[in-house]
């Protein structure tokens, strides 16, 4: 991640140093943009924090690490679909996961659909794309994340 950093100030330096005029009006531009949106986002935050609290881990590792794959599979895609974390999070909670004996294919749906479907993120969605935009697109990443991990699970041969 501190390379994105790195990477995002040498280029922003660059462009300083180029035309100070115009990286000052992009920068000014940026801002409005993300002041603009932060309140949809802080909302979405205060969803997703509230979602997360009232789905404990314990309850997540008893309805995933069961035998019973294809269950769990469409469970854990019902619970990613549900929520929506940022990849710094979810990948620790899936390593989290996995020690405690669920399955790579279920989650391999349950980090696909965290981050690709939103159910909290719906209405935030909606104002920006419009309706039929937003169903389409959340219901294709939905079927991708499925697609997704049965391709894992017949990597790791979980796939029965």
């Known amino acids: 991640m501190y390379y994105v950093y790195l990477f995002t100030l040498s280029a ?7 035309d100070r005029n115009k990286t000052f009006k992009a ?26 609290y009232l789905i404990p881990d314990s309850m997540i590792v008893k309805f995933l690490g069961n035998n019973n794959k294809a269950a769990g599979t469409i469970i854990a895609s019902l619970f ?16 989290i996961l996995l020690k405690k004996g669920v399955s790579y294919m279920v989650l391999a749906a349950f980090s696909t659909t965290l981050m690709m479907v939103g159910f909290v993120t719906f209405p935030i969605e909606k104002a920006y794309f419009g ?12 079927l991708i994340a499925l697609v997704v991990a049965m391709a894992v699970g017949a990597f790791y041969g979980e796939l029965i």
Do not use: D, E, H, Q
């Not at 922003?12 to 180029?18: D, H, R």
């Open 12 to 18: 922003v330096l660059i462009s300083f140093f180029l």
């Open 27 to 52: 920068l000014t531009i940026s801002w409005k943009k993300f002041s603009g949106i932060l309140p949809a986002f802080g909302t979405m935050l205060i969803l997703v924090s509230i979602t997360l």
């Open 80 to 95: 990613g679909s549900i929520t929506l974390m940022p990849g710094f999070i979810a990948y620790p909670l899936c390593g």
């Open 131 to 142: 309706t039929k935009v937003t169903i389409m697109r959340n219901c294709l990443s939905f």
